[in-house]
């Protein structure tokens, strides 16, 4: 059915409910006259998306809305649920009836979820969406009445409200109006950076599943285990040149735990959307290009949650109209093919519906069971890394227990104030297993995101396997969170620099000015039985800014609300190490810092800079564009930040000025691709090895051109696990729990051997990987090999690092080390 005659036929239906003597109000919603102009004339913004849901529900009785929350621009993210009136009416017990589904207990409603447009400059999803959702409000076809009568639909037209908006408001900006123009090069067509794909924080949502960094993400989640949905339709667009996708993707990029079941029902589906688009000749194209094997996306984490996830990817105008290969692409053409895949699946999944509801209850039976044997977990003395864990496995459904009694297994203590239990057994076992796993061993080593996500990396958590508490040593409750009493003879307090909480609360005591001071070496207090490493922090009770009887009652307040613990002492004698007056004891300066954006940067590795100091330190960061670097000061700030990027089209003329920015004591932190603009503007002494020098490392000795798809593969690293060796000592290893840290690698960079001391701070063992895929060839070429080190430049320091260590945010394990680089680091270098 094409576009048109969607229309056509929802006049039919208008006239149809009118000859019934049905309510006009009822069923009068029109989508052109609420948007003032035909769907597809323009793009629509996330307000639009909202205000007709909201009429259609108030319009018609088979529809309601779900609100899952606000994006982090405060945009309303709303999901109409349509079923029959009669299921409307009952639907509080319809999600009683979902919830018991992970129980075990087999549920006969059919629950279809589609969802579209989570990159939003991806916008044909979000207009078919509007379209679907009116059509199935008022259609009285048969197999449409019959399906919501036996089925709920959910239908998310809008994924990512900011990205929408962003693309939504550029392309109406630039469009042609009188005659569209379809050069690719027209302005229309080519957004500036960061472009609608990404949120607020330019985060690619659709990474995002598993991780949950993001409000959209936690509503879309809850929405799906509240609804526990046996189909998932997810829908995208990709390139102008391309015709249409849907799945099954390439069969041996699967990843091994999704059931063969699942996609046997995915290839029976794929049955339907090929009838569909034959019908209207539209080319398409399956089982190429598209794996099934990260379960951070929309199409594969409903995967491990009992449904089938099918991708749906449309060629994009990204505006009005585009040249393609395919003769052009309008945007109305993609709406209208969305439209008719998005029939297409509710009718397949309807045929199937009850193959689809087996295969779910099937999911879950016998797995309704919480078993002893599990998982121990510590995070290593970090209480607040232990509650965001907490919170993660909560909003995944996952089954867990905190430890209420201190346990020694092998030479791994686990105490009760830092770790957690989850049984292998339970609901979501599969779930569970997907977050920890480690693989290194694959079919196919071509992936389209990353080959490896583990949880235990990502946290840098100790865990031990196959344990088995007693009942009486776990408990559903939060250790308590306590505070040693504050008495009058107190001289200092002592913070301990590995709490995930002691950054935030630094940035708050600079705030209100307040003198902090940290260690460079370790020291044992008199009339202490514990050790303090270097890194630690003292807050005198002797401040300018603030009375003794004002700052103990202040600091108390601050570190509940941060959840720091604090250590008084009521001497600066020290046991042994450093006395507390000892110089040894740097005074931290505010940091205040610029974060270099725009033009050649990568926008999600601006985004998690972005998003770590404004939302978990609390710092705050200013934003500049690459093109004003060179006309604005720089003599206010403490710290230049360079993401990931290409930053070639910067002059030598910034790289003197970055130069003087750190001779005079400023500190620049850059990862990745920015290392070699450094290095060629002589601000980095260090040889950055590029992927160039890697990819010698290859033998193509004997190898045929079918070959040629597979050495890409093999040199390509699209995210491994790889372990760093950290120099302890080494100031930007203060705080770390262990010598040994996992990191994410998705980048073939790497630092030469340097024969200046005390620069490296890190370095890959010679057996470095973690978890993922790594060729052979670049395990070698990487181990024993510089990862992590710091220059001296003047009074400054340029801090170099070839992985991200805030990889999309989830990478707790290494977000201490690139806060050192904001707070300690300058301190202990200038000494």
């Known amino acids: 059915m094409s576009f048109l005659s969607i229309f056509a036929s929802l006049g039919r239906a208008l006239c149809y409910c009118m000859c019934l003597s049905l309510p006009l109000t009822a069923y009068a919603t029109s989508l052109e006259a609420y948007l003032g102009y035909p769907l597809g004339e323009w793009h629509v913004r996330h307000d639009q998306v909202n205000g007709f849901l909201e009429k259609l529900a108030a319009d018609n009785p088979r529809v309601s809305l779900e609100d899952t929350g606000y994006s982090h621009e405060r945009r309303r993210q709303l999901t109409a649920v349509i079923t029959s009136p009669a299921n409307q009416d009952r639907l509080n017990g319809i999600v009683a009836d979902r919830a018991l589904v992970k129980q075990g207990k087999a549920q006969p409603m059919l629950v279809i979820w589609l969802a579209y447009s989570i990159h939003g400059d991806e916008a044909s999803g979000a207009h078919a969406a509007l379209a679907l959702a009116q059509h199935l409000a008022l259609s009285q076809e048969s197999w449409i009445t019959d399906l919501l009568s036996q089925s709920v639909v959910l239908i998310t037209p809008s994924q990512n409200p900011d990205g929408l908006d962003r693309f939504a408001n550029w392309s109406n900006s630039y469009r042609g109006i009188a005659v569209p123009v379809a050069d690719e090069n027209h302005k229309e067509h080519n957004q500036n950076w960061p472009a609608g794909r990404y949120n607020h924080f330019l985060a690619d949502l659709n990474r995002d599943w598993l991780f949950l960094r993001h409000p959209e993400s936690r509503g879309r989640v809850a929405l799906l285990h509240k609804w526990q949905p046996q189909y998932v339709g997810d829908f995208h667009e990709m390139g102008h040149n391309q015709s249409y996708f849907f799945q099954p993707g390439v069969p041996e990029r699967t990843h091994p735990l999704t059931e063969q079941r699942n996609q046997q029902l ?11 688009l034959d019908a209207k000749q539209q080319a398409y194209f399956s089982r190429q290009g598209f794996d099934d094997f990260f379960y951070g996306k929309g199409s594969t984490y409903p995967d491990i949650n009992g449904a089938v996830g099918v991708l749906f990817e449309q060629a994009s105008a990204r505006g ?28 397949g999944a309807h045929q199937l519906r009850q193959e689809l509801i087996s295969f779910q209850n099937d999911f879950y039976a016998g797995k309704g069971k919480t078993g002893k044997q599990g998982r121990l977990i510590s995070t290593r003395g970090d209480r607040q890394r232990l509650l965001v864990l907490a919170d993660l496995l909560n909003r995944h459904g996952v089954v867990y ?3 209420t009694q201190d346990m020694k297994e092998g030479k791994q203590i686990f105490t009760a104030a830092d770790s957690l239990f989850i049984p292998n057994e339970q609901p979501q076992s599969v779930l569970v297993e997907a977050l920890f796993e480690r693989r290194t061993r694959f ?9 490896a996500w583990d949880l235990g990396s990502a946290f840098n958590l100790a865990i031990a396997e196959n344990i088995r508490p007693a009942a009486n040593q776990l408990s559903t409750d939060a250790p308590a969170f306590g505070q040693p009493a504050l008495t009058e003879d107190t001289v200092a307090l002592l913070i301990d620099w590995q709490q995930s909480g002691a950054a935030p609360l630094l940035a708050q005591l600079h705030r209100d000015g307040i003198a902090v001071r940290a260690s460079v070496k370790p020291f044992t207090p008199v009339a202490s039985a514990r ?9 005198s009770t002797a401040q300018k800014q603030m009375t003794r009887d004002a700052l103990l009652p202040y600091l108390t307040d601050l570190a509940r609300q941060y959840e720091v613990r604090l250590f008084p002492v009521v001497s600066f004698a020290s046991a042994t190490g450093i006395d507390l007056g000892s110089g040894d004891f740097v005074p931290l300066k505010p940091v205040n810092a610029l974060l270099v954006s725009g033009r050649g940067t990568d926008a999600t590795e601006v985004g998690e800079i972005w998003r770590y100091l404004d939302l978990e330190l609390k710092q705050g960061v200013t934003l500049v564009d690459s093109d004003r670097l060179a006309r604005i000061s720089l003599n206010r700030y403490s710290h230049i930040l360079l993401a990931d990027g290409n930053y070639d089209h910067l002059d030598d003329a910034l790289g003197r000025k970055l130069g003087e920015f750190a001779e005079q004591g400023g500190v620049i932190v850059a990862q990745k691709r920015a290392l070699i603009w450094l290095n060629k503007r002589n601000l980095l002494r260090n040889t950055v090895l590029e992927d160039g020098f890697y990819k010698q490392q290859f033998s193509t000795a004997g190898l045929g051109f079918d070959d040629k798809e597979a050495l890409r593969a093999r040199q390509a690293i699209g995210g491994a696990i790889l372990n760093w060796q950290l120099d302890p000592a080494h100031p930007l290893a203060f705080g770390m729990p262990s010598a040994t840290v996992p990191v994410m690698k998705n980048e073939v960079l790497g630092l030469s051997d340097t024969s200046e001391p005390f620069v490296i701070a890190a370095r890959y063992p010679q057996n470095p990987l973690v978890s993922g895929y790594l060729s052979d060839e670049y395990q070698r070429a990487f181990g024993l090999s510089n990862a992590l080190l710091a ?3 003047g009074k400054g320091v340029v801090v170099g690092t070839t992985d991200n260590l805030l990889f999309r945010n989830i990478w707790l394990g290494t977000e201490k080390i690139y806060t ?12």
């Open 820 to 831: 050192n680089a904001l707070y300690l680091l300058p301190a202990a270098m200038s000494r």
């Open 401 to 403: 227990r905190y430890l």
């Open 531 to 539: 050790a303090f490493a270097a890194g630690t922090l003292m807050i």
């Open 320 to 347: 009005q109209v585009q040249d393609s290969q395919y003769g052009g692409i309008s945007l109305a053409e993609a709406i209208d093919n969305q439209l008719t895949t998005s029939l297409a699946a509710l009718k």
């Open 791 to 793: 220059e001296p430049k």
């Open 266 to 276: 995915t290839e029976k589906l794929a049955h339907f959307y090929r009838q569909a």
């Open 443 to 451: 079919e196919d080593p071509t992936f389209y995101d990353v080959s």
